[in-house]
């Protein structure tokens, strides 16, 4: 079973950048396509990025795509969100969910097609 951790959270002002991290352990915890997902309060969670296990393809919400930046080291079993110019409306609590890459990894964009989920850490941007 794999376990994911995400870290890097916290109040920022407007303007202001943090880098969120997704460390995965147990099973083939190197071998996984990897996704962020952000749910503000009162709001549906919604995709942000993702990236391929082997770090080659990488997917942005229009939203985000010219600010948020998605990485991996395999090496550490991690995945990194950078996120710059960060705006109060990106304050949502954010989700790093994984995916075994064995398995065709059809709709990266969508929430039902991962199979693992973190707790979530909080991201709060103030104006």
């Known amino acids: 079973q794999v376990q994911l951790v995400e870290s890097g959270g916290g109040l920022v002002q407007s303007g202001d950048s943090l880098r969120l991290s997704c460390a995965a352990s147990?099973?083939?915890?190197?071998?996984?396509?990897t996704g962020w997902f952000r749910q503000a309060p009162e709001k549906e969670r919604e995709f942000v990025a993702a990236v391929h296990w082997n770090g080659g393809t990488t997917y942005y919400s229009d939203s985000v795509k010219d600010r948020f930046a998605v990485s991996r080291d395999n090496a550490k079993n991690t995945v990194y969100l950078q996120m710059n110019s960060l705006k109060p409306e990106d304050t949502a609590v954010y989700y790093c969910a994984a995916k075994d890459a064995i398995y065709i990894w059809t709709s990266p964009t969508e929430s039902k097609d991962y199979d693992y989920w973190g707790q979530g850490t909080q991201v709060t941007v103030s104006s």
């Open positions: 147990g099973g083939t915890s190197s071998i996984l396509h």
